[in-house]
């Protein structure tokens, strides 16, 4: 614990400017996806209640669920952390960063729609302990993909340095990736085994 936080504040003084950016994309998100909240069907109510109570407590089987979750999360990690590599890759960065906030906040109010007052408890259950490392890890690959693409910027504008080398830059920054990918199998794992008893749970009662 003495170790992670002094790496913690290391890195947060490090990337200071990409997490505010990145950090501020997305609670507007997650405002957005609040206000978005008012034009919930009750359809979209009675698919929460289902995919809760029936699809994933009955239907799911851990192992080809585990598997399914970490091979999609990774390659959606990939691909964000590829953005990088594009002139365009802060925008799209954002944006990704800005959907997952719309989709976290519309959930949320979904929750309490279908479930009123337990629909907290709900979000505390089943929701952050689903979406709690995956965002930690997009969070962490956007502020590395975003540098990496705004060191590009810099470099075709000419204001980089001479010595500027992009492997240099990719290399510095593999560990914050690694560590990414870690987070996603532990979120794998957490979804299906954790989680679902969690929904158990949730579902019994009243």
Known sequence: MKTIKPQLKNFSDKHKNSINFLLILLIFGMITGVLLSRWISSA??????????????????????????????????????????????????GFVVFTKGVQIGFSCVLYVL??????????LLTLIPQILFDLIALFLVSVISTEISY???????????????????INSRLNVLIVSLLLIFFSAWIKSTLVIRLMEIFAMME
């Open 44 to 93: 979209d109510v009675e698919r929460l209640s289902s995919y809760l109570l029936t699809t994933v407590i009955t239907s799911v089987e851990p192992q080809s669920f585990f598997t399914s979750q970490f091979v999609t999360n990774i390659l959606f990690m990939l691909a964000v952390f590829f953005l990088g590599f594009s002139l365009a890759g802060i925008p799209l960065i």
């Open 151 to 169: 060191a590009l910027i810099q470099r075709c504008l000419g204001y980089s340095r001479s010595d500027f080398s992009l492997i240099h830059l």
């Open 114 to 123: 279908t479930y009123q007052l337990k629909g907290v408890l709900g979000i």
